[in-house]
T-cell receptor
Framework: QQQVKQSPQSLIVQKGGISIINCAYE??????FPWYQQFPGKGPALLIA?????SEKKEGRFTISFNKSAKQFSLHIMDSQPGDSATYFC????????????FGKGTHLIIQP | KAGVTQTPRYLIKTRGQQVTLSCSPI?????VSWYQQTPGQGLQFLFE???????NKGNFPGRFSGRQFSNSRSEMNVSTLELGDSALYLC????????????FGSGTRLTVV
């Protein structure tokens, strides 16, 4: 059972454009929703995270939008740069995190110069 | 400040053998969790340890086990290796009370032949 569904699988965006990646979850007990960025040969790195009591969180060029009623959240990358080319994973976890992170399948993002 | 260190980086084993992977968390981080990453299944939670105790385990067979030492270093063991165990094994650590903000290592690439 895939509890976090991520789309699209791959995405090509022109430099300077906005990259948008979407995720939907099923378990309403999820309490924490992070986004991770992974480059080839490296482990995932935490980009930005949100809790369900907030509808939006912005850090630099990265914004999470969260819709609790629709059980959806998305990552927006403004002014996308070639250095943003990577695989992005959304995830969710229960309060306390002892059950670990449940990840989406990932989005392979390519920013064309 | 050193990150999460995983050793070895690469490993080739034969079916039926067993393997032990090592993880040194960030200094002061007492929670350590393990994930398996494959192209087909993506990132899947294996288990988490805190203060030498396993807090939870993901949906993996008993061939997958782990432990944590008093210095928070952790090891995971896979016995009777199968071809399907070929994957990137990632370790992540976090501070207690830091919410769910995991820092991942670069992983151990295990190939079973």
């Amino acid at each position: 059972q895939q509890q976090v569904k991520q789309s699209p699988q791959s995405l090509i965006v022109q430099k300077g454009g906005i990259s948008i990646i979407n995720c939907a979850y099923e378990n309403t007990a999820f309490d924490y929703f992070p986004w991770y960025q992974q480059f080839p040969g490296k482990g995932p790195a935490l980009l930005i995270a949100i809790r369900p009591d907030v509808s939006e969180k912005k850090e630099g060029r990265f914004t999470i939008s969260f819709n609790k009623s629709a059980k959806q959240f998305s990552l927006h990358i403004m002014d996308s740069q070639p250095g943003d080319s990577a695989t992005y994973f959304c995830a969710a976890s229960l309060r306390g995190g002892a059950d670990g992170l449940t990840f989406g399948k990932g989005t392979h993002l390519i920013i064309q110069p | 400040k050193a990150g999460v260190t995983q050793t070895p980086r690469y490993l080739i084993k034969t079916r039926g053998q067993q393997v032990t992977l090592s993880c040194s968390p960030i200094s002061g981080h007492r929670s350590v969790s393990w994930y398996q990453q494959t192209p087909g299944q993506g990132l899947q939670f294996l288990f988490e340890y805190f203060s030498e105790t396993q807090r939870n385990k993901g949906n993996f067979p008993g061939r997958f086990s782990g432990r944590q030492f008093s210095n928070s270093r952790s090891e995971m063991n896979v016995s009777t290796l199968e071809l399907g165990d070929s994957a990137l094994y990632l370790c992540a650590s976090r501070l207690p009370g830091q919410g769910n903000g995991y820092t991942f290592g670069s992983g151990t690439r295990l190939t079973v032949v």
